[in-house]
């Protein structure tokens, strides 16, 4: 058709702008290669004001437009015409003439044509890119949530708890109290194997984990002679069979508030697991009457071999991962208890995972 050049914008609707993505003719000196892209805010100039408006536009003589922009010259004639996906703007073709006058309406035409005929290659390009690009970021995920799981794993199995209920079996079994050693072994045992099993899993059902939590809390009441009692409440509604969660995802808080918050306190301990449904999400409450954050950091910095809770800041990042198109809030939320005279009464922390 005797045009000098011709140019293929693509929108960005992210940023707000028109980019070159093709051309023919000097932007263009070889295939699939375009020098110096041009980008266009959208309402911008004769291709941003088409962008906009849906509608093609016929310019006779740019000199009199002071919506032209030049690219790689001034020229004085100049067509852009939409480039429509069921309605909606995705691009504009965009060609210019260094003669005045020089488009008249079989090029018009023949542009909008071609434009119907891109508009589809695109759309259907666009898809393609956007699955592949989906896919890619569910591989991502999933690598970031198995080697978080693989870490957990690791820190809920830590040294500490192993070595310390070893040491407990061994001296039960010095003390001659076979009936205890065997008891605490048994339950010791069957945490170990549901550990490695669950791990094994990408989701569990909500029973299986609270099996794996009560058996681990049994082993660390028993070694602390009853310092502390616990409670597991579940909301009625739930059904625990059938709802899944992800594996090892509630021990490492329950350590933390056993370790750093009952341990210390001088009155019994008291433990609590609430589970229920809030606002489309399954919500997980573990409250302990212990010494509080405040204490516990102090007792922390004053101690020779300090415990690293590893644990939480590994599951904090898994529960990120599987809330990460949520509404921007941190999904474990923790908090201090106090009594009305201001004195510490222990910790609370909230735990929002999606409810599948």
């Given at each position: 058709?005797?045009?000098e ?13 028109l ?15 375009i ?39 001034v ?22 003439h ?10 018009l ?16 390009a666009t ?43 061994n ?17 010791f ?51 625990t ?48 009457n ?21 644990g939480?800041?590994i ?30 009464t222990g ?10």
């Amino acid at each position: 058709m005797g045009f000098e050049d011709c140019v293929i914008y693509l929108l960005d609707e992210e940023r707000g702008v028109l980019v070159q993505k093709a051309a023919h003719g000097p932007k263009s000196p070889q295939p699939f290669k375009i020098e110096q892209p041009m980008e266009i805010r959208l309402g911008e100039g004769i291709v941003g004001t088409v962008a906009l408006s849906g509608k093609a536009e016929m310019v006779p003589d740019t000199s009199r437009d002071k919506r032209y922009i030049p690219d790689d010259q001034v020229r004085l004639s100049e067509l852009a015409v939409p480039i429509l996906d069921d309605g909606k703007v995705i691009g504009v073709i965009d060609t210019e003439h260094s003669k005045k006058r020089y488009f008249q309406s079989f090029h018009l035409r023949a542009l909008t044509a071609i434009a119907a005929v891109c508009s589809a290659k695109i759309a259907q390009a666009t898809a393609e890119t956007g699955i592949l690009e989906k896919e890619r970021q569910l591989l991502e995920m999933d690598k970031h949530l198995a080697e978080a799981q693989l870490s957990a794993l690791r820190a809920q199995m830590n040294p500490h708890f192993l070595f310390n209920s070893l040491n407990s079996i061994n001296w039960y079994i010095i003390k001659n109290k076979s009936k205890e050693a065997s008891k605490y072994l048994t339950k010791f045992s069957r945490l170990i194997r549901l550990i490695l099993d669950h791990s094994k899993c990408r989701q569990i059902a909500l029973t299986q984990e609270l099996e794996a939590l009560r058996l681990y809390l049994d082993i660390e009441a028993i070694r602390f002679e009853k310092k502390f009692e616990y409670e597991i409440q579940v909301e009625e509604s739930l059904d625990t069979e059938e709802l899944q969660i992800p594996p090892l995802i509630l021990q490492p808080y329950v350590e933390n508030a056993i370790w750093h918050g009952l341990m210390h306190s001088d009155r019994p301990g008291r433990l609590l697991v609430d589970i229920r449904q809030q606002n489309g999400h399954l919500l997980c409450i573990i409250e302990d009457n212990g010494i509080g954050r405040a204490a516990s950091e102090q007792l922390k910095r004053e101690s020779i071999a300090p415990r690293d809770s590893k644990g939480m800041r590994i599951t904090a990042e898994r529960i990120s991962l599987l809330n990460e198109k949520d509404d921007g809030q941190s999904p474990v939320q923790i908090m201090d208890l106090y009594a009305p005279t201001g004195v510490p009464t222990g910790t609370r922390v909230e735990i929002k995972l999606p409810l599948t």
